[in-house]
């Protein structure tokens, strides 16, 4: 069985503060990881994807792997009201299944 | 079109009854991918179409769950005797290129709400 698991929340921070959202997956063997925003009653839309260990930084987002404790998460810096939403953490199962977990809410207050 | 575009945006219909949602994807994207996202919960993998290749169909919870493509275009996902705890948004999405290639980015449709009274 192919799991994401995924913090459920609700999260809440003030805005400035950073906010971390956190996954673990299944399989060992997974090599591509991806998070998808979803806001609410919208679609989900990719804001990060990362393939190796370590970090990878695109603006105020900043997405950490780390395979052999199969965990990935996702740091938000400067936390702003418009980041309040879902975010997905994804996993490359095989060669095309992604698999999604259950999502973490975020709420950023003023 | 520019985007995934899929119909019903709404769909209620009666215990029993079968439903037929259609996704149209992106042109030129290969992979196509069904979802389903009940209230609250977080992207149910349904099935995938790559191409011409054989569809990954693991997903699909129950032989009342049926999908088809032809080619790379049009997709349709039919639900045969409709029960409640199929009520869901069905979210299609489609990818150029084969995930493999670590692009990653599905493209979704905004999906089809379906209330089964």
């Known amino acids: 069985q192919k799991e994401v698991e995924q913090n459920s929340g609700p999260l809440s921070v003030p805005e400035g503060a950073i906010a971390s959202l956190n996954c673990t997956y299944s399989?060992?063997?997974?090599?591509?990881f991806f998070w998808y925003r979803q806001y609410s009653g919208k679609s989900p839309e990719l804001i990060m994807s990362i393939y190796s260990n370590g970090d990878k930084e695109d603006g105020r987002f900043t997405a950490q792997l780390n395979k052999a404790s199969q965990y990935v998460s996702l740091l938000i810096r400067d936390s702003q009201p418009s980041d309040s939403a879902t975010y997905l953490c994804?996993?490359?199962?095989?060669?095309?299944?992604?698999?999604f977990g259950k999502g973490t809410k975020l709420t950023v207050n003023p | 079109g520019a985007g995934v575009s899929q119909s019903p945006s709404n769909k209620v219909t009666e215990k029993g009854k079968d439903v037929e949602l259609r996704c149209d994807p992106i042109?030129?994207?290969?992979?196509l991918y069904w979802y389903r996202q009940r209230l609250g919960q977080g992207l149910e993998f349904l099935i995938y179409f790559q191409g011409n290749s054989a569809p990954d169909k693991s997903g699909l919870p129950s032989d009342r769950f049926s999908a088809e493509r032809t080619g790379e275009s049009v997709s349709t996902l039919t639900i045969q005797r409709t029960q409640q705890e199929d009520s869901a948004v069905y979210l299609c999405?489609?990818?150029?290129?084969?995930?493999?290639?670590?692009?990653?980015?599905?493209?979704f449709g905004e999906g089809s709400r379906l209330t089964v009274l």
């Open positions: 999405a489609s990818r150029r290129g084969r995930l493999a290639g670590h692009t990653g980015e599905l493209f």
């Open positions: 399989d060992r063997g997974s090599q591509s």
């Open positions: 042109s030129g994207h290969t992979a």
């Open positions: 994804a996993v490359k199962f095989g060669s095309e299944k992604l698999v």
